[in-house]
DNA sequence: GCGATGCCTTGACCTGCATCAAGCCGCGCC
DNA sequence: GGCGCGGCTTGATGCAGGTCAAGGCATCGC
């Protein structure tokens, strides 16, 4: 049981979670059993439904979350109602930005999602006695430093084909819930609407659909009920992201 | 004494330099004497020249750095050649993957640039023993990661002119060095060519001279020896951001 | 069943930026 | 001086992707 509890410890999977082992499987015993007292009767699970506003931008922080289930899209806006996705968090990523005054992101449920929230103090208070959680909340945010630098060669310089191809290959190392490792293709449903896509990739709804019918035309992908995407061979969909 | 040691402590400035206080003012005395005795004889000055590559890509990570002087640009590649900026450096960052086994951009220096390079192994055991240290690097990690995000939606959203804008306008925030924090207007010299001013905007280097040649007609900034910048009124070239 | 609604696709047209090409300017070198 | 070269600007043209508009298809409430 020792042995167990750290393995999850030792391994990248973060945070933050109560005493809950029973009702969070998964995302919890990260933290032992002492560390956890703090926290353990502070944090609470949450629902909610897509496009339920999670953090508004420029809002004060309170909490944190960790994302139990489901996608978060983080996204800017300009002030003439230009929008842009700034990043996608999945279960189990920590969710929020630390030591921040203020959200410099929306954060919007992109699909049904349950969070397990905890007040900033506690969370803060813990992380100061506590600095391998520190270490571990580096690492995710090294790590989302690193997305985002990719997403802007993304965003800056590949055509709408490859961004089309770039978002699909994103989803279909994250999302197909049953893939193995070696596996060639992947079977998924895309968390995000053809808007949000659009928003995501810099483009316009109209340019995300054409490029994804000419997609399926080219044999790289098939797609039903407008969601659900079969890539029969990812190295062809790698091919083409530039 | 002690108490200026202090303050420079607890302010937002990063890093890590060696017992150097004469030679890399500014920079030093962010740790304590005691701290700093492992590394004190660990780092080391170094120059170089604009176009040097400091990092490359996909290259394994033996030491980190701190920028003394000049401006660092993160580069990432396709294989076809095509290029983006991810993002600047200006001293006093500190420079480096954290943690990570290899580089995943390339860092370049964008003008004469000084460094204080310190071995992987030298920092990261520091840090494993000073958490004050990681949370200082944490702060930087995070602040690099809103500095993206906000970047994207320039990269994703803006037209030419903003984009042009909005780089001319975060430069006179950082690269003024005598502006007074109330001044109107801002006077600077561009650390970056044409070319790589697109690389940062995604756009080419015809597009950044037309906007920068429209931005000049319409009386925004006045622009000499073509790095020279001058802006009368700042808020005027906000407004232009998007 | 039937209209309303939301989401997606497709077509026709337009425009902002890329591309291609020429020329300018400052600078170092012979 | 004159010549070559690198960095920048300007002009002419083309096209990828934006915009506008219409229509398909599933879902929902009545």
Not at 95 to 115: I, K, M, N, P, Y
Not at 166 to 191: E, K
């Amino acid at each position: 049981m020792s042995e167990k509890r750290r393995d999850v410890h030792n391994s990248d999977v973060p945070i933050l979670c109560r005493s809950c082992e029973a009702r969070h499987k998964g995302m919890c015993g990260v933290l032992e059993p002492e560390e956890l007292v703090a926290l353990a009767r502070r944090t609470h699970k949450t629902r909610h439904e897509p496009g339920a506003e999670l953090i508004g931008e420029s809002t004060e922080i309170r909490s944190y979350a960790n994302v139990m289930r489901g996608v978060v899209k983080l996204t800017k806006g300009l002030e003439d109602g230009r929008q842009q996705v700034v990043g996608l968090q999945f279960a189990p990523d920590f969710l929020g930005r630390l030591f921040g005054d203020e959200s410099q992101t929306t954060a919007l449920a992109a699909s049904d999602v349950d969070l397990c929230v905890v007040p900033r103090g506690a969370l803060e208070q813990l992380i100061a006695e506590n600095p391998a959680l520190e270490h571990r909340l580096m690492q995710q945010t090294l790590r989302e430093l690193d997305e985002a630098r990719d997403w802007m060669v993304t965003l800056g310089r590949k055509t709408a084909q490859e961004k089309v191809a770039s978002f699909l290959h994103l989803i279909a190392l994250h999302a197909d819930p049953h893939r193995p490792d070696g596996a060639l293709g992947a079977v998924f449903d895309l968390p995000l609407s053809r808007a949000d896509i659009a928003d995501f990739l810099g483009l316009t709804i109209e340019t995300v659909s054409r490029q994804m019918t000419k997609l399926r035309q080219a044999g790289v992908i098939t797609i039903t009920a407008n969601r659900h995407v079969e890539v029969p061979n990812l190295r062809r969909l790698a091919d083409m992201c530039g």
